[in-house]
């Protein structure tokens, strides 16, 4: 086998791998936070997940509370002093 073709079919299956790699991790963020729920007022400063307009999303937060939300499991946000529950936007 000729060096330039090792060379090209290295190449093609790096390229496979990268885009199965890729594909299996869209998937898995989907599913990630399927057991989740978005909860306000209870997040720290730049310990949030995302929240207001303000600011690009995740660890942003300036100060404590407000409007900015963290994934807590199902259920739990209702349990939590100062936590609101964020209405999903599907």
């Known amino acids: 086998m000729k060096q330039t073709d090792l ?7 790096s390229l496979l791998a990268v885009g199965l790699a890729s594909a299996g991790s869209n998937a898995l963020a989907k599913d990630e936070h399927a057991n989740m729920e978005k909860c306000a ?6 310990k949030n997940d995302c929240g207001n307009a303000k600011h690009s999303c995740a660890g942003q937060a300036k100060a404590d509370g ?19 529950l964020v209405a999903s936007k599907k």
Do not use: L, Q
């Open 7 to 13: 060379v090209i079919r290295s190449a093609i299956a």
């Open 41 to 46: 007022g209870i997040a720290k400063a730049g």
């Open 66 to 84: 407000g409007d900015e939300w963290v994934y807590v499991p199902k259920g739990a946000c209702e349990k939590i002093v100062g936590g609101t």
